[in-house]
């Protein structure tokens, strides 16, 4: 290549003016100022780089004009306050050794150095004058306030020899860790495994159950993973993924492709933060999106917009219409033809008229979605999917559109989770349980898709079982379920639950119920392990006590996290290995063994062992990358806080299997193709279904395309599932094709007087009550008014924002103040679900005007009735910001008056409600509560005769499809039903 | 808030620590001539104090930079002469296809040689590998595309003026020595490849007055500056407003001698581009671009006379 050079000329020394510059700087930067001022010009923020983390400088703004330094240790660790799991930074005081701050960590591959406002809001949380930093016991009765401080010595044993008993005695299923958002991958599940308890609870079916249920029935893997970067078109069922749960990492990416030019499209019946910067904000008739998407689906198929090349080779097209259309051809024209004719009935007009949204703006929606191609992300997660009957087919059809641009694992496209997920392989792992949990996995919801755990309360009423030790883990059920005064109900009562023990950092409703307040680290104060789906790659992450972390980068030893958390607080991964230790003293049960140290046998299990096993061992390229940097795997995590593994995964699912894989071989007539050779061993043991072997025990292992056998899918076909042969076989053959169910709050299910309530969304500053704690969280967001449209409003003569509504569900009422808003649709009331925290008098242990509403509980002949004596205020405690709270609103807990709804497919509970909301009568007060729980009894009878139970419709005398995903499998045996001698396969 | 470490997770992919090289003091140098032009006084002093310059007073930094002769290379090398549009992204693709976000003002010159430095430090840092040759070329085209196809005129331009002329001789002494370190193909970069139209003898007005204050059009820098000596220098009034504005105000009182002194303006920049110290393929053709637009606007001033 010819080059052009300039002439000679005199220059002048620009060496040593260089480095004259770079001198300046670094003593600038050195007295903790900034050299060059402004907003960066390389890159939206700045960060301290990682070699300057062992002693970061900066002045003290508060000392201003004196030019006091203060000089920090950063130490990484992860955000706990959702399931996004974002990087945080902690600045830790080179002289006090107390956090100072938290903010993001620029390490994180996820995250990427930026949070949302719950992250930083964690040193609240850690300095939160009402958290429990001390093992305490309950002195008076269940619910009286009344406590003595114990050692963890004494805890640990009256626990440990509680749950021995169960387990000696067979009452393996009297023991259940009841966890909220887990924030780590599988530690708790093994711990239970390692006791031979299924006891494994969730909070999912009251969260995210409808929206997996429909991706894992097309896909065999219940999260989607959607590229948003790299979209053109991103489609989104309601916000709340993006605005909630992966609000940041999904928010930061879908910001970046708008700038590249992408549109968002988003359903949601509320002007959300989403929906103020989508190109479509559609509004519907809640309950009506799937047949928004089915009529997208129609446009695609009718315009000639279908990848068929895609749909050839991985759909399962061909069990469809032998299932469907048996006695016509069965080649892929006729398919073609059958799959125009299936949805046919599905036009703008009929969608128009179930959603109420004009017919041309669809039209014009779904050609933004058609011209998608393969750059079409989309997602679903809670809200719709989480809030009607049948909602679990919002997300079977949003996945359908993807299915059908063949926008499956492609740039832009949406991924199945598990290829943008690692979990990686821990030291020990113990075999399935051999016991069966009916209280969480009952017979009437085989295809459940997690726990009905919200229904415990009914069951344990019903007589299907007790609980000798109930453990919440960072939970709060009384709280976050629907209908939570019946949890209240049987959380006091002895009979049916024998010991309660609480896990949390901090107090909530649930917790006041308790046997034992046990205190838990917050996101800086315990060991977690995590990797979720934000991008197409892979990475894992670790949450870690910083304390311990900065102390051993100043040479010191810590074994036990409670030197370095504040009080006693303890963190789980500990607990448990001593629990498990105490419950098995000389390994004679067969636990013991799984708490033990590989290196120094006979000796119990370090969180450094474990945590640096599992590192070395199980994460690829993290040794290699700690060794370039003279530090183990486990130093390196501890020093960056996470680890990329890979970028860029791709479409796995067309991989080719390798021959070695490959040993006698069966091929079905639809390509399924099994081998006899033996699965090998991955070190990632990320969720996925797990298709049942062929009638010789070969397993499942790729399905033949164009003459290869390739990857496919985790599904029985080896392909995406148009057609659920699982579906069909187990009770449900009309929903077995992605279809539209009408919701339970569908106009039709009306009275007059009646109205939807939309109960499920998130306000991004709050998560449930675990962030609650935070002053600056709920300084931001302390109130949750109902959404009310105008119109609405002068028809039910609510005359101004604040005046007080009632709204009526089923078993009660709730008394909240209306906002008046064009931001809902008419017809539709709305109210997160955040606020509404509350304490009851007497219970002294919580700061009198400790952000939640000081209530009294009564209960009479109509049920139970809540009123607030006392609302938030200043007070004095050792936080001078408590004497600055100026507002005294805390919301209104509308979860106590919804009964349950569980979805008899998908085993959601749907949230929706169907209300009656008038202007307050006399005597009303904000925040006022009625419920009867007898009512609650009688809705539950009522949606639970919607179920058609295993023991009538297993086609295979089991209880469940044995290749659906489910928490903590217990082993196969326990598949069977009750009575049944068949074996399952 | 500092830039040093922007491309750190680049040298973490084949796990190398970003340090400091033995280039680090080139690197810091071109980063502070760069935000000399971007930071006001008198946050700006500590760098022109490190680097030796006079320091600015904020009514200069903001006649030069702000005013005169705002560094951006969007209104350099687009068809309007204005921020945004082609010239804009351009840079910003360049910035998405090493895999980074674009900031608001991608093509500043600040930013420019920000990213300049980042990628040499970046690069610095992970000697000897594939990463170490990708950062290379990424900075290599960043010289030549979205650099060398319109600084040289831009820091000639800022030359004459005597506040900034000290910081634009050092800042193309110092990319002098990157253009000899790093060389420069023979091809044009590809703004230039794809330039606009030069003036045209049949132009009319409007046209003329739309290409006058587009360098890339002209193949000169037309400042405020200018203006006020081109009307003091024939005796026309300038009307306060933009340039296109004056010049039509300037046209209208005296139309011979205004394009007569835009003709020996271009000839000016002919040699400008001819015998700066910045030599390449890009000064040859705007040395063209300016005798070309020399020719046609002395053929209107006799057409008018």
Known sequence: ?985 | MTATHALVPATREVGVAAAPGDDAGRWELIRALGALCSVAPPDGWVISDAIGLRPWSRAEHTAVFVLDLPPHASIHLGPEGKLGGDGADRVAGMWRALGLVPPADADHLAALLALYAELGQAGDACQGSDTRRRLDHARHALLAEHLMSWLPGYLAAAGTQHAASGWAALTAAAIRREVDRMGLPGELPAALREAPAPLGAGDGLGELLDALPAPVRTGFVLTQADLVGAGRQIGVGVRRGERRFALRAMLEQDPSATLAWLGAHARRWVSLHRHGTLAGPAQDWWADRAASTSAVLDSLARSVA
């Open chain 1, 1 to 985: 290549m010819p080059r052009h050079r300039t002439p000679h000329q005199p220059t002048p020394d620009l060496g040593a003016l260089g480095e004259r510059v770079s001198a300046a700087r670094a003593a600038v930067e050195a007295r903790g100022e900034t050299f060059y001022q402004g907003a960066s010009k390389t890159f939206l923020a700045g960060f301290p780089p990682p070699q300057r983390w062992d002693d970061w400088v900066e002045l003290d703004s508060r000392a201003w004009p004196e030019r006091v330094e203060h000089h920090s240790m950063l130490v990484p660790t992860t955000c706990f306050n959702c399931e996004s799991a974002c990087g945080l930074l902690a600045y830790v005081d080179r002289e006090t050794l107390q956090v100072r701050k938290f903010e993001g960590n620029p390490a994180h591959p996820g995250s990427r150095g930026r949070n949302c406002a719950k992250g930083p809001s964690t040193i609240n949380q850690v300095t939160d004058p009402d958290r429990i930093l001390y093992p305490l016991r309950r002195a008076g009765e269940r619910g009286e306030g009344k406590w003595e401080r114990v050692s963890w010595d004494e805890a640990l044993d009256a626990l440990a020899a509680r749950l021995r008993a169960a387990i000696v005695e067979g009452r393996h299923n009297e023991i259940m860790i009841h966890i909220g958002r887990p924030g780590e991958d599988g530690f708790t599940e093994r711990v239970l495994a390692s006791w031979g308890v299924d006891g494994h609870n969730s909070h999912t079916n009251v969260c995210s159950s409808g929206g997996r249920t429909g991706f894992q029935f097309w896909t065999g893997i219940d999260r989607p993973s959607p590229d948003h970067a790299n979209a053109k078109v991103i489609y989104l069922i309601s916000s709340h993924l993006e605005t909630g749960h992966y609000f940041n990492p999904h928010a930061q990416r879908i910001t970046e492709a708008r700038a590249k030019g992408a549109k968002v499209i988003v359903l949601d019946t509320r002007l959300s933060n989403t929906a103020t910067h989508a190109d479509y904000w559609l509004s519907p008739q809640p309950g009506s999106e799937a047949a928004i998407n089915l009529a997208v689906a129609r446009h695609i198929i009718t315009t000639g917009r279908v990848n068929w090349d895609f749909v050839r080779d991985w759909w399962n097209w061909q069990e469809y219409m032998e299932a469907r259309h048996p006695d016509g051809p069965q080649g892929f024209e006729a398919f073609q033809a059958a799959l125009a004719e299936e949805y046919d009935g599905y036009s703008f007009e009929l969608a128009a008229a179930e959603s109420g949204i004009d017919a041309a703006i669809l039209a014009e929606m779904a050609e933004v979605v058609a011209g998608a191609g393969t750059a079409f992300s989309c997602h679903s997660w809670r809200s719709a999917a989480a809030s009607n009957l049948g909602g679990w087919q919002v997300s079977r059809t949003v996945f359908f559109l993807a299915a059908l641009l063949g926008a499956v694992a492609t740039p832009g496209g949406t991924f199945p989770n598990a290829y943008n997920k690692y979990v990686p392989r821990p030291i020990h792992t113990p075999p399935h349980p051999k016991v069966w949990q009916e209280l969480s996995w009952p017979l009437e919801f085989p295809l459940a898709q997690n726990e009905l755990s919200f229904l415990l309360p009914h069951f344990l009423k019903d007589g299907r079982g007790r609980l000798d030790t109930y453990f919440t883990r960072v939970y709060n059920p009384v709280w976050t379920n629907p209908d939570g005064l019946s949890w209240m109900e049987v959380l006091t009562d002895t009979d049916k639950v024998g010991c309660y023990v609480a896990l949390t950092p901090t107090w909530n409703e649930s917790a006041y119920f308790a046997d034992w307040g046990l205190p838990m680290g917050h996101a800086s104060e315990r060991h977690d392990t995590h990797s979720y789906e934000q991008y197409d790659g892979q990475w894992v992450g670790f949450r870690q006590p910083v304390l311990r972390a900065a102390r051993e980068r100043l040479g010191e030893t810590v074994t036990d996290t409670r030197e370095v958390n504040p009080g006693e607080v303890w963190e789980e991964n500990e607990l448990y290995i001593e629990l498990s230790w105490r419950i098995d003293p000389d390994g004679s049960l067969g636990i013991r063994r799984y708490y033990e140290s590989k290196d120094r046998p006979g000796e119990k299990l370090t969180v450094d062992e474990y945590y640096g096993w599992m590192f070395e061992h199980s994460v690829p390229g993290l040794p290699e990358a700690a060794a370039a940097e003279g530090l183990s795997a486990l130093q390196y995590m501890r020093r960056y806080g996470a680890f990329e593994i890979t970028k860029y995964q791709g479409a796995l699912y067309a991989g080719e299997v390798p021959p070695a894989e490959l040993e006698d071989i069966h091929v079905t007539p639809t390509g399924r193709v099994y081998t006899a050779a033996p699965k090998p061993e991955s070190d990632n043991i990320g969720p996925l279904g797990a298709p049942p072997p062929d009638d010789e025990g070969r397993r499942p292992v790729g399905v033949l395309v164009d003459g290869t056998v390739r990857r496919g899918f985790p599904t029985p076909s080896g392909r995406l599932e148009l057609y659920s042969s699982t579906i069909a076989a187990w009770g449900w053959p009309e929903h077995a094709l992605p279809g539209y169910i009408r919701s339970h709050v569908h106009p039709d299910e009306l009275a007059p007087d009646q109205m939807v309530l939309l109960s499920t969304f998130r306000l991004p500053t709050q998560i449930h009550t675990r962030s609650a704690n935070s002053k600056w969280l709920d300084e931001l967001s302390h109130t949750n008014p109902v959404w009310i449209h105008p119109s609405d409003a002068a028809r039910l003569g609510v005359r101004r924002t604040g005046d007080l509504v009632r709204v009526s569900t089923d078993i009660g009422y709730f008394v909240a103040k209306a906002w008046i808003t064009e931001g809902i649709r008419p017809g539709v009331v709305a109210c997160s679900h955040h606020m509404g925290r509350w304490k009851l008098t007497g219970h002294d242990q919580v700061s009198p005007g400790g952000m939640m509403a000081t209530v009294d509980l009564g209960h009479g002949a109509a049920g139970w009735s809540m009123h607030a004596r006392k609302r938030v205020g200043p007070y004095s405690s050792a936080d001078p910001d408590t004497r600055r709270i100026w507002w005294s609103d805390t919301g209104v807990h509308q979860n106590l008056t919804m009964p349950v709804h569980p979805d008899p497919i998908s085993g959601m509970h749907c949230w929706h409600q169907a209300v009656r909301v008038t202007p307050a009568r006399p005597g009303d007060s904000h925040g006022d509560i009625a419920v009867d729980t007898e009512k609650s009894r009688e809705v539950y009878r009522q949606w639970m005769a919607r179920t058609r139970p295993a023991g009538t419709y297993s086609p295979d005398s089991t209880r469940r499809p044995a290749w659906l995903m489910r928490p903590l499998k217990p082993a196969a045996e326990t598949f069977s039903l009750p009575g049944a001698t068949g074996t399952r396969r």
